[in-house]
């Protein structure tokens, strides 16, 4: 399993960006797959995820904004990020767990799997 984290970085604020996670090892068809951030000096906090179900789930500062989606035939879940402030600015992670439940979904130490994570910066 390696999951592939990619598609950061600088963007001016009020710009898009979006970021993939593809993994070879892994169907994304049969896995909860979600993306965290962690900006300097911060804990790795929750933004969106997608369920097998292919519903999704956002935190409340990405609703709006952000848009979470899956192609399982290129086996690849993106994050559309538009309107992007300087306060996401962060190193971004994608996250797979099989059986994950929805009450766990925002506790970075539940999800089994883990990218190697992307920059994005967004400047004022």
């Known amino acids: 399993v390696q999951l592939q984290a990619s598609g950061g970085g600088l963007v001016q604020a009020g710009g898009s960006l979006r970021l993939s996670c593809a993994d070879s090892g892994l169907t994304f068809a049969s896995y909860n797959v979600g993306w965290f951030r962690q900006a300097a000096g911060e804990e790795r906090k929750f933004v969106a995820a997608?369920?097998?179900?292919?519903?999704?789930y956002y935190a409340d500062s990405a609703k709006g904004r952000f848009t979470i989606s899956k192609d399982n035939a290129r086996n690849t879940v993106y994050l559309q990020m538009n309107s992007l402030k300087p306060d996401d600015t962060a190193v971004y992670y994608c996250?797979?767990?099989?059986?994950?439940?929805?009450?766990?979904?925002?506790?970075?130490?539940?999800?089994?799997?883990w990218g190697q994570g992307t920059l994005v910066t967004v400047s004022s």
């Open positions: 996250a797979a767990d099989r059986g994950l439940i929805l009450s766990s979904l925002r506790v970075p130490e539940q999800w089994d799997y």
């Open positions: 997608i369920w097998r179900t292919r519903d999704s």
